[in-house]
């Protein structure tokens, strides 16, 4: 959206889903940023802005863009904020926004599970609709190894919250996390965590090194060995074999994605492993099959 009167403090990630909403950064950075994996937020501070500074953005742009119907609260978990924190944001963006039929943001599974179901209500009843959980993973192992903060039960707590409070949940789990030696389980009891949790999105990314490979083993608290191709989508069988979802919508669309997956899970999920089975039963032209999908 151009012409819009901010000024951004990059860089400024939002999930691809909320391309066309409208960002406020009511936090910087990310109020965790130890995971081994993610360097997203490695060039910040953690920093909780002044609600005037916020509340000064939302009416700058309220005045040129009344109709906005979509917000995304940025940066890394803007839920680490307290409920009368965020209610003062919402009601906000309300006042300004007529028509504002969303918010949503990036959370943490502790900073959703900090409060009570009564807060959580009030913040869905006032326009959060729609959590980011990166979840990474649901075996406590990996999660350990990859300093997430969390383990199973915390993040099945935080989610179940979510979602008992009517707040919608999109999760990610990253492909590739555990690398070779604890693949298996990761897949295993990644799936035993959405089936518990049955969110209404599901999407994996493939593990990506922006710093190389080496800096990402030295932060691994653990026998990390770098998967191939084939070792992803065998994961992914994995993953998809152990789902027992009722009404899902599955993304693996990503870039960083080798194969294109997508549909509901439960409905597609034949489809979706009968494709994985035709790469892994072809090796031959398997690359040239993925480079396909993906438009390279």
């Known amino acids: 959206m151009f012409g819009i009167p901010i000024e951004y403090n990059e860089p400024l990630f939002r999930p691809p889903s909320e391309a ?25 501070k953690f920093k909780v802005r002044k609600f005037e500074e916020v509340k000064s953005e939302i009416k700058s742009v309220s005045n040129e863009y009344k109709d906005i119907r979509k917000v995304f609260l940025a940066d890394g ?38 409060k009570t179901k009564e807060e959580l209500i009030e913040l869905k009843n006032a326009g959060l609709k729609l959590l980011y959980i990166g979840i990474e993973s649901g075996d406590d192992e990996v999660l350990k190894m990859i300093n997430k903060g969390e383990t199973y039960n915390s993040t099945l707590d935080g989610l179940l919250k979510a979602r008992e409070a009517g707040i919608k949940v999109s999760v990610m789990i990253l492909n590739g996390l555990g690398g070779k030696k604890y ?18 999105f599901l999407s994996t990314l493939v593990l990506s090194y922006p710093y190389g490979e080496d800096h990402f083993i030295k932060k691994f608290n653990g026998d990390f060995i770098k998967m191939t191709k084939m070792d992803l989508i065998k994961e ?23 194969l ?8 597609d999920k034949k489809e979706m492993l009968d494709k994985i089975n035709l790469v892994l039963d072809n090796p031959d032209y398997a690359d040239l099959r993925m480079e396909w999908q993906r438009g390279l």
């Open 20 to 44: 066309y909403s409208l960002i406020f950064q009511v936090t910087l950075g990310c109020s965790w940023n130890k995971c081994a994996f993610c360097e997203m937020y490695s060039s910040k």
């Open 260 to 267: 294109v997956l997508k549909g509901n899970l439960s409905r």
């Open 236 to 258: 992914m069988k994995t993953l998809i074999e152990n789902t027992e979802l009722e009404n899902t919508v599955f993304r693996s669309d990503h870039a960083s994605n080798y």
């Open 77 to 114: 978990n803007a839920m680490v904020l307290s409920s009368v924190k965020l209610m003062e944001i919402l009601s906000e963006l309300n006042f300004n926004f007529p028509k504002l039929n969303r918010v949503s943001a990036y959370a943490l599974p502790k900073d959703i599970s900090s």
């Open 183 to 200: 693949s298996e389980q990761h897949a295993i009891n990644s799936a035993r965590l959405v089936n518990e949790v049955q969110p209404e």
